[in-house]
């Protein structure tokens, strides 16, 4: 059923759990429209049978550039526009580099990395046409400071945000705007691996509504909170603090 709607559409990947999932939860309780764009949709329908016009699953693998191209012209057909893209969907395979096959790595980059980029230029083009758009891409500190045990998760990270730095600076002269999100360490399923002590991570709840709060931001970098931008500024500086806040949550198996 197509209903053209002038309200605006967000987009958001990854939503069935973590911080997408809250994301999702706050964004809909603000009544916004939202396509959601996922390979297991379970919670997510929960939310769709409470609000069924507002928000929509798509059953969509973000490593398959057909899925990705269907489920954005769905979306188009259906609603007419896309305003707001959250690029959220990501995997993080733990253990240290030499424990890890090549095959880990290419799967984090085939979703955290080449996964935004297929959205992004389904997308675009629609953006571009309608000379209004927000593209979000969530990030990590570990492009910066690197994770022990994270070797390519934070390689994806560090390649997303160059991209997004770069693309930036592509769409500098239109109306599109391009973003980093960054959270804080977050107690998710990725972060279950990781021996953090308690408080090291923030709840995704938390993380998720604060967000959504800065859901129109154009920001070049989106953090949750004030306290959370000093934190990445201070690893980022005295890189010593993250390697001792850090040192122990990842075992060897050797």
């Known amino acids: 059923m197509t209903t053209p709607t002038d309200e605006e559409v967000i987009v958001l990947t990854g939503a ?15 009544n916004r429209q939202i396509a959601v764009l996922d390979i297991n949709g379970d919670n997510v329908l929960d939310v769709h049978d409470d609000l069924s016009a507002r ?5 969509c693998d973000v490593t398959d550039t057909d899925d990705v191209n269907t489920a954005v012209d ?18 993080a395979r733990v253990g240290f580099f030499q424990e890890r096959s ?50 390519g998760y934070s390689a994806t990270k560090g390649a ?6 770069s693309l930036r600076l592509e769409l500098r002269d239109t109306d599109v705007s391009c973003t980093l999100m ?12 990781l021996e953090y002590p308690e408080w090291m991570t923030v709840e995704p709840e938390e993380v998720g509504r604060t967000l959504a709060e800065k859901i129109y931001s154009t920001e070049p970098v989106i953090t949750p909170d004030m306290t ?8 980022r500086r005295f890189p010593f ?14």
Not at 74 to 91: F, H, T
Not at 114 to 130: K, T
Not at 139 to 150: E, K, V, Y
Request: include cysteine; glycine fraction near 10%.
């Open 16 to 30: 069935n759990d973590g911080i997408g999932f809250h994301l999702l939860t706050a964004l809909a309780e603000d």
């Open 55 to 59: 928000v929509r699953y798509y059953e």
């Open 74 to 91: 769905e979306i188009i057909g259906q609603w007419g526009r896309i305003d707001i893209l959250v690029n959220n969907a990501g995997v």
């Open 102 to 151: 090549p095959a880990d790595t290419r799967r984090e980059f085939e979703v955290n990395f080449f996964g935004y980029q297929r959205l992004i230029r389904a997308v675009l083009p629609h953006m571009r046409a309608q000379e209004t758009g927000i593209i979000h891409n969530m990030c990590s500190g570990t492009a910066d400071t690197g994770h022990a045990g994270l070797t």
């Open 160 to 165: 997303i945000k160059a991209f997004v730095r």
């Open 182 to 193: 960054i959270p804080p360490s977050t107690n998710t399923g990725m972060t279950a691996e």
């Open 228 to 235: 959370t931008r000093i934190g990445l500024s201070l690893t």
């Open 241 to 254: 603090l993250w390697r001792r806040m850090t040192e122990g949550t990842v075992k060897n198996s050797e």
